[in-house]
C-alpha cells in the first residue's frame, strides 16, 4: 500500500496538470478513456489523502481523554506539595494513538511509560518501567478529567508483585494530581505510593 499511494501522490498531480494545460483533450473519443482513469486515480488520490489527514485515533474521542495530562510539568510532593520531586514531559504519538511518559525524579533517575486507548475492551492500558520495577495497569475514565487504572506493580530484586492503582484528576487552576497506592502483599491493606501535583513547567525538558 506504501508504494502504491506514494506512486498516486507523485502520479495524480501531475496528470491532473497535464490535463489542465490540454483541456480539449477529453473531447476526443481516444482519449475519453484516459480521462476517466485520470478522474478516478484523482478520486482514489484525494481519499488516501484524507485518511492520512484524519487518522482513526485522532478522531475518536476515546483517545483523547488522556489530552489534560499532556504536556511538560514540574512534580511536587509533602504536605503542601512545595516540595519538587521531579519532572514529567507526557507526549502524544503515532498519530493520537499513543501517549507516552517521560520522568526523571531529583537524584536524576529516570522512568517510561506507555499507554493507549483499546477500543475492543474500552479501557486503557498502561505499561510503566522505572528502576527495578515495573508497573501493567488498566482503566477507564470515571467522568470528565478523572482517570482511573488498576493493576499490579511488579519489583524485580524481590520477585514480589501486588496490586496497584492510580488516578489521575485534572484540577480546575490547571494543574493535575496524582494519587497511587499499592497493597501489601502481607496484610492486604491498600497504602499510600505516591501522591503528587503537576505544574506546567516554564522550561520544557527536550533531551529524552
Known sequence: MGRTTLAMEHAAPQGIDQASRRPEICRFRDARRLCILMLLLLA???????QSEDPYCAATPEFSQFDFWVGSWDVFSGPEYEQLVGINVIEQRAGGCLISEYWRNAADRDGHSLRYFDPESRTWKMF???FGYSVQAEGSEVQAGVMRLQ?????????????FRVRFTANEDGTVSQYAEQQNPRTGNWELWFDGLYRRSSTPESDH
Open 44 to 50: 482514489i488520490w484525494s481519499n488516501v489523502r484524507a
Open 128 to 130: 510503566w518501567v522505572s
Open 151 to 163: 493493576g499490579t506493580i511488579h519489583y524485580f530484586a524481590q520477585s514480589i508483585r501486588t496490586g
